[in-house]
């Protein structure tokens, strides 16, 4: 791996849920209690969090194909979904429609 990916407080090779490996790792601001703030990145999206003020590990990305990921991701795209179905239907201009998906963030062509 050589001298780039150097882990300091975390131990993790691979993401914990899939298996992906890392391809980020920054260590920085070292904390008065000699520990780092550190950064895990992995190739799936996945992010782990170290924080030296907690000394606590977070996920700060959940792993793509976390079941409970995909799950809640599917919800969005479903609440998506009927909300752009909802706004399409209603019976109002058509600029009131574009406004609505703009504050919504929704983009559509
Ligand atoms: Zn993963």
């Given at each position: 791996?050589?001298?780039?990916?150097?882990?300091?407080e975390?131990?993790?090779?691979?993401?914990?849920?899939?298996?992906?490996?890392?391809?980020e790792?920054i260590?920085?601001n070292?904390?008065?209690?000699?520990?780092?703030?550190?950064?895990?990145?992995?190739?799936c999206?996945?992010?782990?969090h170290f924080?030296?003020?907690f000394?606590k590990?977070?996920?700060q990305?959940?792993c793509p194909?976390d079941?409970?990921?995909?799950?809640?991701?599917?919800?969005?795209?479903n609440?998506?979904?009927?909300l752009?179905?909802v706004?399409?239907?209603?019976?109002?201009?058509e600029?009131?429609?574009?406004?609505?998906?703009?504050?919504?963030?929704i983009?559509?062509d």
């Open positions: 791996m050589g001298g780039v990916l150097e882990l300091k975390m131990s993790y090779e691979i993401c914990p849920t899939c298996g992906a490996r890392i391809v790792i260590n920085k070292k904390h008065t209690n000699g520990h780092y703030n550190e950064y895990i990145a992995f190739e999206g996945c992010e782990i924080s030296p003020n000394m590990e977070e996920i990305r959940k194909k079941p409970e990921e995909i799950k809640f991701q599917k919800k969005r795209i609440a998506r979904n009927k752009i179905e706004i399409h239907k209603l019976d109002v201009d600029q009131f429609k574009q406004n609505s998906f703009r504050s919504l963030g983009f559509i």
